[in-house]
Nanobody, 115 residues
Framework: QVQLVESGGGLGQSGGSLRLSCVVSGSTFSINPMGWYRQSPGKQRELVAQITSSGNTNYADSVKGRFTISGDNAKNTVYLQMNSLKPEDTAVYYC?????????WGQGTQVTVSS
C-alpha cells in the first residue's frame, strides 16, 4: 500500500516562505510523477504544481515564479518550496502520487498565510 505523508505546513507571513514535504512509502519505482494540490474554503481542490515522469515541472499561473516543486528519489520525498507567500495561498495542501495506474493522496497539511 502506497502512503503519502505531508508535513511543513503552518503559519506563514505574507512575503515569507514555507517548504512542504511529502514522504512516499510503499512500493514505488520512482518518486515521479507527483503533484501538489490545494483546497481552500468554498473552492474545489486545484492543481498547484506537478512533476512529470520525465522530470518536467508545471505550475498553476497563480504560483509561477513563487513555488518550486522538486523530488528526491533517494529520500522518497517531494518538496514544495513556497516563496513570496500571499494570503491567497492559504489552503490545505495535498500531495498526489500516481503509481501502478492508481492515484494516492496524502492527508493534507494546513498552510495559513497572514497578511
Amino acid at each position: 500500500q502506497v502512503q503519502l505523508v505531508e508535513s511543513g505546513g503552518g503559519l506563514g507571513q505574507s512575503g515569507g516562505s514555507l517548504r512542504l514535504s511529502c514522504v512516499v512509502s510503499g512500493s514505488t519505482f520512482s518518486i515521479n510523477p507527483m503533484g501538489w494540490y490545494r483546497q481552500s474554503p468554498g473552492k474545489q481542490r486545484e492543481l498547484v504544481a506537478q512533476i512529470t515522469s520525465s522530470g518536467n515541472t508545471n505550475y498553476a499561473d497563480s504560483v509561477k515564479g513563487r513555488f518550486t516543486i522538486s523530488g528526491d528519489n533517494a529520500k522518497n520525498t517531494v518538496y514544495l518550496q513556497m516563496n513570496s507567500l500571499k494570503p491567497e495561498d492559504t489552503a490545505v495542501y495535498y500531495c498526489k502520487k500516481i503509481a501502478g495506474g492508481r492515484l494516492y493522496w496524502g492527508q493534507g497539511t494546513q498552510v495559513t498565510v497572514s497578511s
